[in-house]
């Protein structure tokens, strides 16, 4: 009897071409029963980030239904603004990519009944303030993203869809962005690279816990297949306060005001990733020495 060929499993990646999501891309071109397409704005993504074998489509994830014809087996939309203390200065921008295109993703999801990976974002887990500000409320990002989460299990009980919400943590690593819409690790990269101080931002005692991005693609790749529901929090079991981090660089430190949406601390219950057999292997002391060291860098 003829053997049948496995149908080549269609995989979708909105921020295909972001730093998380050429990492996730990279690792699942490599099976070759999947077929990847990226949705992209390349508002922070970057062509200098596409992977060979996977196709890519510039386009807001609020036209994914224009540019995407096929019906995908899994979503993973990684795609949306992501900066806690700029989205002050600019809403507009949050609430286009974050609510109007993810609403769009939403009823696309809703239309191919396939199975969605959503990223939400661990500040909304952060501890109450002083002020009695709570994470999801510290910003226009915090607040849409938290919404989402709220919207897409509500998506997944309403029309009875796969789904599974995963929450990274100051994920750092290869490919990163630094700038404006840089990550904290990159920056005082950077700086370190270049030679200036190290910016830390007041108190300095703000405490973050942070994760290589390969043991976030291999949480994201185990929940792709495995996991149901909310609450899989994706984070190692280092955490620094942002002075720390910059002393691990060494070197001069210049001290800057408190940003408006600072946040002291906030803990995260691994039980569910846990139960996926996932453990984070990188050590952030480690990746700051290789940067610091070339030569001991092991690859």
Known sequence: MKKTKNKQKIILVTGGAG????HLIERLVADSANRVISLDNYFTGKKANHIKGAEYRRGHTKDIEKHISETPDIIYHLGEYSRTAVSIEEPNVVFDMNTIGTIAVLEFWRKNKCKLVYAGSSTKFADKRADGIEGRDLSPYTWSKASNTELVANYGKWYELPHATVYFSNVYGPRENSGRYGTVIEIFKEQYLTGIPRTVRLP????????HVTDTINALLLIGEKGVGDGYNIAS??????QEVAELFGGEMEMLPARKTSRPDSTLDLT???KLGWKAKHSLKEYIKEIKNPSTSSG
């Open 237 to 242: 079991d280092e955490k620094h306060t942002t």
């Open 204 to 211: 300095g005692t703000q405490k973050r816990i942070y994760t």
């Open 19 to 22: 730093f998380i999501g050429s």
């Open 272 to 274: 569910l990733i846990k």
